[in-house]
């Protein structure tokens, strides 16, 4: 599975983002999605996930409330909406692809991951 984020950009702090996540592979249905991101100096950090079917969501306590994950397992395409962006959100995102159970202590783990994109980059202003 190649995986391939888009949507990064500058941005305003309190503005939107809508980041996307296309995989190719007639499999991508049956894996669940990780987003993480990284800041520059710091680890990489689990931001949310959505299960294969999306009927079931995780967000880090850091972005629950703010952003959102859905996925058109049709499109092969995942899609975090970022809502009221902080300068603390700025990072490299990128997204991973697991089939391992959908669990918290899964998910959040970027070692469950064995499909990962080459990320792209979120900056919000201040």
């Known amino acids: 599975v190649h995986m391939q984020e888009s949507g990064g950009g500058l941005v305003q702090a309190g503005g939107s983002l809508r980041l996307s996540c296309s995989a190719s592979?007639?499999?991508?249905?049956?894996?669940?999605i990780g987003w993480f991101r990284q800041a520059p100096g710091k680890e990489p950090e689990f931001g949310a996930g959505?299960?294969?079917?999306?009927?079931?969501?995780y967000y880090a306590d850091s972005v629950r409330g703010r952003f959102t994950i859905s996925r058109d397992n049709a499109k092969n395409t995942v899609y975090p909406q970022m809502n009221s962006l902080k300068p603390e959100d700025t990072a490299v995102y990128y997204c991973a692809a697991t089939q391992n159970a959908f669990r918290l202590t899964v998910v959040t783990s970027l070692n469950n991951y064995v499909y990962w994109g080459q990320g792209t980059q979120v900056t919000v202003s201040s």
């Open positions: 959505i299960s294969w079917s999306g009927s079931n969501t």
């Open positions: 592979g007639r499999t991508f249905s049956t894996y669940s």
